[in-house]
């Protein structure tokens, strides 16, 4: 089956703009969690959905924000970018409500570059 | 609040010998346990999980994880190295959401 799909594989921001991440799950799960990875925070936690929901959150400020579809697809949104935002933003697509709930496969990231 | 720590920022080891990376935790409850592994400019590769029964887990690649509840530590193992395990190894603990570890480069040297 394939695997979790993230859009796009790299972007560059200018400071101040807004950027929208997109996540397509495995087929059939329908849970989706956003990490942030950076050389000095590692991997943080932003967000998890599922079925639609905003299930746990992230310390992260309001500019960052997610939302996910009806077909399990998710968009995470950072608005106002700060040189900081620079990660690799990675998608976890989770068995959450299968048979295997502890199940999570990587996308493979975008990287934001903020300039 | 649940942690994870891998003491090590980096593991040297030469191709053909055994590897360890170190991994404990911190978690109220039953912990959840996973590695994952990330090459460069790619996601995270899962390599294996604990969540309940024997305490050796055995993953993907070769590589292997004991779980010890009273050292609270979940160690990575390869009886024997190869040069492309060089990569990052995370280890992760689930209670809610996933937490990860720092971070630590395998070097395997030839």
């Known amino acids: 089956k394939a695997g979790v799909t993230q859009t796009p594989r790299y972007l560059i921001k200018t400071r101040g703009q807004q950027v929208t991440l997109s996540c397509s799950p495995i087929s059939g799960h329908r849970s989706v969690s956003w990490y942030q990875q950076t050389p000095g925070q590692g991997l943080q936690f932003l967000f998890e959905?599922?079925?639609?929901?905003?299930?746990n959150k992230g310390n992260f400020p309001g500019r960052f924000s997610g939302r996910q579809f009806s077909n399990s697809r998710s968009e995470m949104n950072v608005s106002t970018l700060e040189l900081g935002d620079s990660a690799l933003y990675l998608c976890?697509?989770?068995?959450?409500?299968?048979?295997?709930?502890?199940?999570?496969?990587f996308g493979s990231g975008t990287r934001l570059t903020v300039v | 609040a649940q942690s994870v720590a891998q003491p090590e920022d980096q593991v040297n080891v030469a191709e053909g010998n055994p590897l360890t990376v170190k991994c404990t935790y911190s978690v109220s409850g039953n912990p959840y346990l996973f590695w994952y592994v990330q090459y460069p400019n790619r996601g995270l590769q899962f390599l294996l999980k604990y969540i309940t029964g024997d305490n050796l887990v055995k993953g993907s690649y070769g590589f292997e994880a004991e779980f010890n509840k009273s050292q609270t530590s979940f160690h990575l193992k390869k009886p024997s190295a190869l040069v492309s395990d060089s990569a990052l190894y995370f280890c992760?603990?689930?209670?809610?959401?996933?937490?990860f570890g720092t971070g630590t480069r395998l070097l395997v040297s030839p």
């Open positions: 959905y599922f079925s639609e929901t905003q299930r």
């Open positions: 992760a603990v689930r209670v809610q959401k996933l937490v």
């Open positions: 976890a697509s989770g068995a959450l409500g299968t048979g295997d709930p502890y199940g999570y496969t």
